[in-house]
């Protein structure tokens, strides 16, 4: 194939012919058939404004908007004029329609506690937790860092910050001191929420150690407000500056009124994964951040009143935030949130806790879909999963083979799999296939979501066509994009909006087969240049993946003074088996072709991933090269795994 700008295309290798249909009967009772998917759809496009004022007005506002879209390039105002809460949207709003009595949170600890709020039990909680922030000196537009556990004091405090109007900024419980006083001074917040500790694998994770020393490097923190969660022996008390949660909230009244925000107030910062650099700090508003996972929760999890829905995530990640905490909520559904490692005491964990709580949608990651594939399907095997009616995917392209193992064994081939393509700088779902409208194809993510209109593109802004890789780009703005880089504008315009002209750079290459599907192949930073042709890694790694000796695998280009770049895999074995170097290359080339063969292969125990559970290529590529590892590591699981791959020989 010729192409006019070679550098921006990326070659199509893996050919997955697999379709998957939902149900005759989980089509029947779905939200949204395709016919209305494709009515609704071409609605969003044609007449954006009167598609996002009728999803808008299922919400609660204090003052109604006077224009729904105010786009300056590239800054984007939903909702002008408009005063909303979103807490206020979660809590009492349900409570008013009749959802007092259903269960908000179902919490289960690591250690087996449980605990459940109905929806006027969490609106009290949050309001008493609104006075204590209030007491505690926080303002309407104060910035507040929560760095907690998976408990629910932290969807609680969540909740408070955004019925007051600070905006929160959530640090996963899992970072270092240094990372935690970065996001602490980044934010200038002045109050810190933390908890002694939380459990981890069996045992106490001090975080209030962790606070205190963040604090020294923090010097604008005012107050640390501390959940007593592990009961566990705090050493430092600092009078003046340290609360008990129990001290302070419990002694609140239950009674307080929603602040009405302007739709633009911001509601908080995150900082992304850390995945390809820096970890940017990504804020979102309040209104129409609030429409975006409203609305992708209904429809994309089909949430009907009586589903018992987990997200696994942490709320440390944006998956947390828009679909463990505000899209739920906004949608009145009972959500399941769970403390600990998928591990403990075993691998059944997660599917003890489906047979346990009747959970009905599973919303989770590759890593851990691939994780429990290396430990074989005898183990979900021994649990009742037949209350689950719906799967999702989130945070990496999925595995063709980890797709099919999920279907398969976790959803007994009766349960639909919606792979959600999105970003913590999206705020929503982006891209994927309504469950009960549309077939899946195992590894492609697949239609645009309402609002939508995405496009694959050359650097020059050059549209490529069907069964072409390129670019992902979003070719309009969309209620619950980012906002801005928090301190940081000109990071904004020059990361999103100033890559290709007029259109949003998601730094992700895909390609759009006939159906109109998109596939994501991998990070653009990622992509492999071998022979002159551009190679996503996703493909290749599929291809070793679905090899039965392979249960996970990262693909990384090493120079070379032939073709440019060398592939080089890293891998992992699936249990119970060894591994085949000569097999695993002739394989790659049966599947894809000689040009995607590895040069280098690496047996590895771990590889590097993120706190988030994405394999973090940039620093393999220093492995495959014989370099030294440099960069930030500070988002990264477990350093120590460079360093023993670094020491690891290739075959
Ligand atoms: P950073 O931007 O700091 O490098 P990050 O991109 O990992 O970190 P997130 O916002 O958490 O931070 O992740 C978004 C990215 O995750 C997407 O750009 C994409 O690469 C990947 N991703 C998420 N969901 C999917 C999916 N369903 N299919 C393929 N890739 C996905
Ligand atoms: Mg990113």
Redesign the pocket.
């Known amino acids: 194939m010729t192409h006019p700008h070679p550098t921006d295309h990326i070659d199509a290798m893996l050919h997955e012919t697999r379709v998957i249909h939902p149900s005759e009967a989980f089509q029947a009772s779905a939200k949204v058939s395709r016919a209305e998917y494709e009515r609704l759809y071409r609605q969003s496009l044609d007449e954006p404004d009167q598609f996002w004022a009728d999803v808008a007005n299922e919400l609660h506002w204090f003052r109604p908007w006077d224009q729904v879209l105010d786009w300056q390039e590239p800054h984007a105002q939903w909702f002008v004029g408009g005063q909303t809460n979103i807490a206020y949207n979660c809590l009492d709003r349900n409570v008013e329609r009749g959802y007092g009595d259903k269960q908000a949170i179902i919490w289960e600890g690591e250690d087996g506690e449980v605990k459940t709020y109905t929806y006027a039990e969490l609106l009290k909680e949050v309001c008493q937790a609104a006075n204590a922030l209030l007491e505690l000196g926080v303002q309407q537009g104060d910035r507040v860092t929560l760095y907690m556990p998976l408990i629910p004091e932290a969807a609680i405090s969540m909740l408070a910050c955004a019925r007051i109007g600070a905006a929160h900024s959530v640090v996963f419980g899992g970072f270092s001191v240094s990372a935690l006083a970065e996001r602490i001074n980044n934010a200038k917040s002045k109050l810190l929420i933390t908890a002694d500790a939380g459990f981890r694998r069996g045992k106490p994770v001090s975080l209030k150690v962790n606070a205190d020393e963040a604090a020294k490097l923090a010097l604008g923190l005012e107050k640390i407000l501390v959940v007593k969660r592990a009961g566990t022996p705090v050493e430092w008390w600092t009078e003046g500056r340290d609360v008990w949660w129990h001290d302070m909230v419990d002694k609140q009244s239950d009674q307080h009124e929603a602040v009405p925000l302007d739709s633009e107030h911001p509601l908080f910062l995150l900082y992304?994964?850390?995945?390809?650099?820096?970890?940017?700090g990504v804020q979102h508003t309040t209104g129409g951040y609030m429409v975006g996972t409203y609305l992708t929760t209904k429809t994309v999890f089909d949430l009907q009143d009586n589903d018992i829905y987990w997200c696994t995530a942490d709320i440390g990640?944006?998956?947390g935030h828009s679909y463990s905490v505000y899209g739920p909520l906004l949608n009145a559904a009972t959500v399941v949130m769970y403390e600990g490692a998928p591990n403990q005491p075993d691998w059944g964990r997660f599917w003890d806790i489906i047979q346990k709580h009747r959970v009905t949608i599973l919303y989770t990651a590759p890593t851990a879909i691939r994780a429990f594939m290396q430990h074989g399907d005898e183990i979900p095997g021994r649990y009742d999963l037949s209350s689950l009616r719906l799967l999702g995917?989130?945070?990496?392209?999925?595995n063709p083979e980890a797709w099919m193992w999920y279907y398969r064994v976790i959803g007994g081939e009766r349960c639909p799999i919606v792979?959600?393509?999105?970003?913590?700088?999206t705020g929503a779902i982006m891209?994927t296939t309504l469950p009960g409208a549309f077939p899946s194809k195992p590894g492609s993510?697949g239609l645009p979501m309402f609002g939508v209109e995405p496009g694959l593109m050359t650097h020059e802004g050059e549209e490529l066509g069907p069964d072409d890789g390129g670019l992902l780009v979003i070719k309009r703005p969309w209620p619950s994009m980012l906002r801005t880089v928090y301190g940081d504008d000109e990071r904004y315009r020059k990361s999103y909006w100033g890559e290709i002209k007029g259109v949003y750079f998601?730094?992700?290459g895909a390609r759009r087969d006939q159906d109109g599907y998109y596939t994501?192949v991998?990070?653009v930073d990622d992509v492999l240049n071998v022979s002159g042709h551009r190679l996503g890694t996703?493909e290749i790694e599929s291809a070793l993946v679905g090899h039965s000796s392979v249960s996970e695998a990262a693909v990384v280009g090493r120079p070379d003074p032939v073709k440019g770049e060398a592939v080089v895999a890293f891998i992992l074995i699936q249990d119970g088996h060894t591994a085949d170097p000569s097999e695993l290359r002739r394989h790659v080339t049966r599947e894809i072709g000689a040009l995607a063969r590895p040069d280098a292969i690496y047996i590895a125990d771990a590889l590097p991933k993120?706190r988030?559970g994405?394999i973090m290529r940039r620093f393999l590529r220093q492995i495959a090269a014989g370099n030294e590892i440099t960069g930030d590591t500070s988002?990264l699981e477990d350093p120590a795994v460079l360093e023993k791959l670094a020491s690891t020989p290739a075959v």
């Open positions: 992304t994964s850390g995945s390809t650099g820096t970890p940017k990640w944006v998956t995917s989130v945070g990496e392209p999925i792979d959600t393509w999105w970003q913590t700088e891209l993510a998601a730094g992700d994501i991998g990070r996703m993120t988030s994405k988002t």
